[in-house]
């Protein structure tokens, strides 16, 4: 039985840490990317930490005969989606960029792996693990959320990824042979502890964590603090950052339990605990011994006070629970934004 697991987007931040963690895990993990948002770079570095070489298919996710032949050349078992933007200010921006890449790539993807199916060619029974996000609970009526929450969107990349979801469920349903986990994610921060491999953001980063080391790095004077009278302890944003060690590792049990027989599931991916902005801050000066200097800012439109999950699900369904500090978070970042001001460029 091939152990193939096709990553589309997989030399992305969250990918490229899951082909690590699949790989410890006995697959052979093959990357499809377009390189839209990441950098060759990372590969010698993948190869750096696994001693293997790594298997890429270069190409767009959005070209449906030329990802039925990937599937077919590679015999896959199950695909991890990560492939697509992510960028929420972009999104409103600009958002027939979000429904093209992000619901065209999905949509591709999907009846590539139907045509495989369709003609014997699969080894397996359909299997997707797809990421989607905590942002599909828009702005959520209390704390900590549930997989059975309402869900709804603020913005073309949150609207995206609830089309993609409803997209899987009507999928399954009109053909249920089809194995689906969609994990929603809360907040991916860290990186690899080899220092190697790490968040890259090509422009101005819109998360938290990727600023935070941009500023004690110097790259940037301050960090703007959106909010300071919110509703929670300190008055500024809560969020539920989950280690990018653990979210790989969350992947590789939805695998297990897909490949395994298990049925389709939608779980959160998130320690279940909140940080506020400050509390990240004060982690981050404390990890990385150096000041974080800080403004407070006017909340931004869509931000929601607190957001963290009930991970719960995800233990009971798949044995997963997040195991990393908020200190290791803050470590390890730090070690790959020092150790690579520039990221893969430098
Ligand atoms: N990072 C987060 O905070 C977060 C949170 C929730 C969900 N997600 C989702 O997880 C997934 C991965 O996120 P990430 O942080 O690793 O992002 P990333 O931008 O680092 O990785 C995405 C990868 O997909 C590639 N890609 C984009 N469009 C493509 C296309 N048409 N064809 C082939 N490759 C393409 C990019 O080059 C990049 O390597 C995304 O779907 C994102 O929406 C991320």
């Not at 960028?87 to 921006?93: D, F, I, L, T, Y």
């Not at 958002?95 to 369709?118: C, D, E, T, W």
């Not at 006070?305 to 730090?334: F, I, N, P, S, V």
Request: aromatic share 8%.
């Amino acid at each position: 039985m091939s152990t193939t697991i096709l990553l589309t987007g997989g030399a992305g931040y969250i990918g490229s840490h899951t082909l690590i963690a699949l790989h410890e895990a006995g697959y052979q993990p093959v990357i499809l990317d377009n390189f839209s948002n990441s950098h060759p770079a990372v590969l010698e570095r993948l190869e750096r930490i696994t001693g293997q070489p790594v298997r890429v298919e270069r190409g767009d996710v959005l070209e449906t005969p030329w990802v039925e032949a990937v599937l077919r050349r590679h015999q896959p078992v199950g695909v991890v989606h990560f492939a697509g933007d992510k960028a929420v200010g972009e999104s409103v921006a600009n958002p027939l960029k979000y429904f093209h890449n992000n619901i065209g790539g999905a949509v591709s993807l999907l009846r590539a792996m139907a045509a495989v199916h369709a003609d014997g060619t699969a080894p397996a029974a359909p299997t997707l693990v797809f990421s989607s996000s905590a942002t599909v609970y828009g702005d959520p009526a209390s704390v900590p959320i549930t997989e059975d929450f309402p869900r709804s969107h603020t913005n073309p990349y949150g609207h995206s990824k609830l089309v993609i979801e409803d997209m899987l469920t009507a999928l399954r349903t009109a053909s249920p042979v089809w194995r689906v986990g969609v994990l929603r994610y809360f907040n991916p921060v860290g990186a690899h502890p080899s220092g190697l491999i790490g968040e890259d953001p090509a422009d101005i980063p819109n998360n938290l964590m990727p600023y935070v080391t941009q500023v004690a790095v110097g790259q940037r004077p301050y960090l703007n603090v959106y909010g300071n009278d919110y509703p929670t302890p300190d008055g500024t944003g809560v969020r539920d950052y989950i280690h990018v060690q653990d979210l790989a590792a969350g992947h590789v049990a939805a695998l297990q339990a897909l490949l395994g027989g298990s049925e389709s599931f939608t779980v959160n991916l998130g320690t279940g605990h909140g940080h506020s902005v400050l509390e990240v801050v004060k982690a981050f000066e404390a990890a990385s011994g150096r000041p974080v200097p800080y403004a407070f800012a006017p909340r931004r439109a869509g931000d929601v006070a607190q957001c963290y999950a009930d991970a719960a699900l995800a233990k009971r369904l798949l044995g997963w629970e997040a195991r990393h500090t908020l200190h290791e978070m803050c470590a390890d970042a730090w070690r790959w934004q020092s150790g690579n001001p520039n990221g893969y460029r430098g």
